[in-house]
């Protein structure tokens, strides 16, 4: 019996080879470039899992592999950039999954932020902006709808890429500039800055109820940026304000007809309560469900297999043990050039928390924009206590790494 996972995260195949197994299924990745995992791949042995490459981006590829593949019972697509096609062929195979109309809408911002306005549960709608438009009109548009500062981004965009914060008629200008030369995924938008702490909320749904398995901070760099920085699991929200988040992402993933599966939801935490920033309709990234596996004690990819197989995910009803918190620090170089190491790597040893570093580049990669999560080259991962001395630890040991990068050098 066969699950087949639609490319994956670049950190936690390891738990999901382990998480089919105990399920009594066999995982087949496929992939057009099994070096994106080699950090996990190195980690298993050879007959831990089948790997096919392919061109994932080939959707009539992919079904026909698909058609190939022993006893078929389920389809994974935990990421953002291969949702829609995973959605497409689990429907086309009359799999388990979710309704691929929502994943359709929680891939577009804009009409997300719209619908959770009409249900309440935002104090704005979006505004979408002609890049292409540069009059006077603009920013008092803007200023009467949603005021300033406000945000510009793509409504399909991901890893904090085109994302503009707008504070002035300056800024919009240079915003619509450089969004007018960019290729966007989807459209260009307008929404209200959310001023305060940003905060993801890792979840698990099934038959549309909702649980709150914890929250993830997360620090971000200087304004005008939007560059993911640091993360800590879990969150210590006093009783009474967990349960109301949790009452509030039942009602938001509700309103946009997310029924099951996890979800990483992005909020803002502002004087007037939560402010959704974006609905991502998988589990979180980077080492979040690394984290979420530490911290709960248990192996939460076991719920992902079992919701691709259409089971009640034990952990929706479970109190696991629990464990440790966490924390990671995104390593990113000070230039841009090409991916030549990390120096200070020894040093991780003598530091408290077992910090440890996570490739994400390789060497020889080149690394050209470090003001969204495309640049970092890896992670340090560190425990402890609490989320706020995990917090402490991981920074600590990310300070004794360098990320270093060389000039590109052409022809």
């Known amino acids: 019996m066969t699950v087949v996972c639609l490319e994956s995260l670049t950190f936690g195949l390891g738990n999901l080879v382990r998480a089919a197994g105990s399920l ?22 050879d007959d831990a899992l089948d790997v096919v490459e392919i061109d994932t981006f080939d959707t009539e590829a992919v079904a026909a592999e698909l058609s190939r593949t022993p006893r078929l019972r389920g389809l994974i697509s935990s990421t953002d950039t291969w949702a829609l096609i995973g959605a497409e062929l689990t429907a086309r195979f009359d799999l388990p999954g979710p309704d691929p109309a929502v994943l359709r809408l929680t891939r577009d911002k804009a009409k997300v932020r719209d619908l959770l306005y009409a249900a309440g549960l935002t104090r704005s709608r979006a505004t979408e902006v002609d890049p292409g438009r540069a009059d006077d009109e603009l920013p008092a548009l803007l200023r009467k ?5 406000a945000v510009l981004k793509d409504t399909a965009g991901t890893g904090s890429r085109n994302v503009w914060l707008v504070r002035d008629e300056r800024e919009l ?14 459209r260009l938008f307008a929404e209200p800055y959310f001023s305060g702490p940003v905060y993801s909320a890792e979840t698990l749904t099934w038959r549309g109820h909702t ?10 760099s200087r304004e005008p940026y939007f560059r993911e920085e640091v993360t800590a699991f879990p969150v210590a929200f006093p009783e009474e304000q967990r349960a109301s988040l949790e009452r509030w992402l039942d009602e938001v993933l509700a309103a946009v007809g997310y029924t099951d599966r996890f979800a990483h939801v992005e909020f803002a935490l502002t004087l007037a309560g939560p402010e959704i920033v974006e609905i991502n309709p998988r589990i979180g990234g980077a080492l979040v469900a690394e984290g979420m596996c530490r911290s709960l004690g248990c192996n939460v990819y076991e719920a992902m297999v079992e919701t691709a197989l259409g089971r009640r995910p034990r952990l929706i009803d479970a109190e696991p043990p629990g464990g440790p918190a966490v924390a990671f620090v995104l390593g990113y170089p000070e230039r841009p050039g ?21 490739p994400t580049k ?16 890896g992670i340090v991962h560190a ?10 630890r991981a920074v600590a040991a990310a300070n004794a790494l360098r990320v270093l990068t060389e000039e590109a050098r052409d022809g």
């Open 338 to 358: 090409v991916f030549t190491g990390v120096q200070g790597l020894e040093r991780l040893a003598d530091m408290p928390g077992s910090p440890t570093w996570y």
């Open 383 to 392: 425990e402890a206590e609490t989320a706020e001395l995990a917090t402490h």
């Open 211 to 220: 649980r709150l398995l914890g929250v993830s901070s997360r620090l971000m």
């Open 173 to 186: 200008e240079t915003a619509l500039r450089e969004a007018a030369e960019r290729t966007l995924f989807g």
């Open 145 to 149: 709808e949603i005021g300033l500062p």
């Open 24 to 45: 009594g299924e066999r995982l087949r990745l496929l992939t057009r470039d099994p070096g994106w995992y080699a950090h996990e791949l190195g980690r298993l042995s």
């Open 362 to 377: 390789r060497v020889g990669d080149r690394i050209e924009h470090l003001t969204d999560s495309r640049g970092y080259a």
